[in-house]
T-cell receptor, first 116, second 109 residues
Framework: ETGVTQSPTHLIKTRGQQVTLRCSSQ?????VSWYQQALGQGPQFIFQ???????GRGNFPPRFSGLQFPNYSSELNVNALELDDSALYLC???????????????FGQGTRLTVV | RKEVEQDPGPFNVPEGATVAFNCTYS??????FFWYRQDCRKEPKLLMS???SGNEDGRFTAQLNRASQYISLLIRDSKLSDSATYLC??????????FGTGTKLQVIP
């Protein structure tokens, strides 16, 4: 077990709705990254939070937003859900600093979101 | 051109065989490189980081060629338990992390 937990594990939403996914990072980790993995594809980087600030973002529209809390847990919010948002959403935590780039990221087991 | 490209496979190899995967990346400013392993319907797990000097961990050897912008993973003496999807991961500036689509390996008895 990595110590990274995500909730819920599965979720079904209707097109147009909003969803919030949650991630508790591994103890001692200050960085959380979110990924979207469609079936048969590699994970796609959504964004990363470091010490409560977004410090990296992939090619996702603004309706994908996030938060990181003082305890370094994080939320991913998706507004105006579309059918193509159906995927496995993975959260990864790591201990990052400006000096240490080669740090391992530990993944949670993911939230499987289905939009109908 | 995709930022990170991998042959999706599948690579079907007999037990005991040696198999190699390559991954190319487009951003010459990329800073760090990894191989992750993902089992079916599970989360990715770090297999190994990749260093310019090359690195080995048991049956696994990873190499980085910055001039040609590719990384490789060599698996010797394949085991049934090596069957999985192997993801190439590249980290660039502004903390951007890019995964390849993965290469599926099936080790056959």
């Amino acid at each position: 077990e990595t110590g990274v937990t995500q909730s819920p594990t599965h979720l079904i939403k209707t097109r147009g709705q909003q969803v919030t996914l949650r991630c508790s990072s591994q103890s001692g980790h200050n960085t959380v990254s979110w990924y979207q993995q469609a079936l048969g594809q590699g994970p796609q980087f959504i964004f990363q939070y470091y010490r409560e600030e977004e410090n990296g973002r992939g090619n996702f529209p603004p309706r994908f937003s996030g938060l990181q809390f003082p305890n370094y847990s994080s939320e991913l919010n998706v507004n105006a859900l579309e059918l193509d948002d159906s995927a496995l959403y993975l959260c990864a935590s790591s201990l990052d600093s400006a000096q240490v780039i080669n740090t391992e990221a530990f993944f949670g087991q993911g939230t499987r979101l289905t939009v109908v | 051109r995709k930022e990170v490209e991998q042959d999706p496979g599948p690579f079907n190899v007999p037990e005991g065989a040696t198999v190699a995967f390559n991954c190319t990346y487009s951003n010459s400013a990329s800073q760090s490189f990894f191989w992750y392993r993902q089992d079916c319907r599970k989360e990715p797990k770090l297999l190994m980081s990749v260093y310019s000097s090359g690195n080995e961990d048991g049956r696994f050897t990873a190499q980085l060629n910055r001039a040609s912008q590719y990384i490789s993973l060599l698996i010797r003496d394949s085991k049934l338990s090596d069957s999985a999807t192997y993801l190439c991961v590249v980290r660039g500036g502004y903390q951007k992390v890019t995964f390849g689509t993965g290469t599926k390996l099936q080790v056959i008895p």
